[in-house]
């Protein structure tokens, strides 16, 4: 499978001082359920409860490569998506008669897929961590994925239109309640 491009791919390994409690387990066990089932799992609670680390303690469970996002308020969709990031220029210069001078020059737009498409394409885990501290106009792309196990990306990208959700994909949301500062509704 070739993965030209790829964002940072984290290989989670259960902590060795993690403590698992009748409670955790209990709790980890209902996550691998759900995700087993093809729902999504969110973590809920105040700050420094350890939310995270549970997530990528399922994570590990899992057996598989996790991209993860931190939420921010500056996000936007081609920030999970992808977007056209620089362009691509080919310049040959044919001067194989020498008085005979021939130029081609051609420039692209060049697109990068970001990870959430990386996920979606190669049917990792994401953790995204912190969601609702980004706009919901920026996690609007969520509702296809999780639903209809279909991304739609932008008309700019060459390419397919839609892209497939991998039957493997899981995808591990956290995040504070809602009176926190700096917190969108979920």
Not at 9 to 17: A, D, K
Not at 55 to 65: E, F, I, R, T
Request: hydrophobic fraction near 35%.
């Amino acid at each position: 499978m070739a993965r030209e491009g790829l964002t940072t791919l984290l290989e989670p390994r259960p902590l060795p001082n993690f403590v698992e409690t009748p409670f955790i387990q209990d709790l980890v066990g209902r996550a691998l359920t759900y995700l087993a089932a093809g729902f999504p799992v969110h973590f809920r609670g105040a700050s420094g409860t350890g939310k995270t680390t549970l997530a990528m303690h399922v994570a590990s469970k899992l057996g598989q490569p996790v991209v993860m996002i931190h939420g921010d308020e500056e996000f936007s969709t081609s920030d999970l998506v992808g977007s056209d990031n620089g362009y691509r220029t080919r310049k040959v210069i044919d001067n194989f008669i020498h008085s005979v001078l021939k130029t081609e020059e051609s420039v692209s737009r060049h697109w990068i897929d970001n990870r959430l498409t990386v996920a979606c394409r190669y049917g990792f885990t994401l953790v995204y961590d912190e969601f609702t501290r980004s706009r919901p106009e920026a996690n609007n792309v969520f509702l296809s994925v999780l639903q209809e196990k279909m991304l739609d990306l932008p008309a700019s990208r060459e390419g397919e239109g839609y892209l497939r959700v991998h039957p493997q994909f899981t995808a591990i949301f956290t995040s504070n309640p809602e009176e926190y500062a700096g917190v969108y509704r979920s």
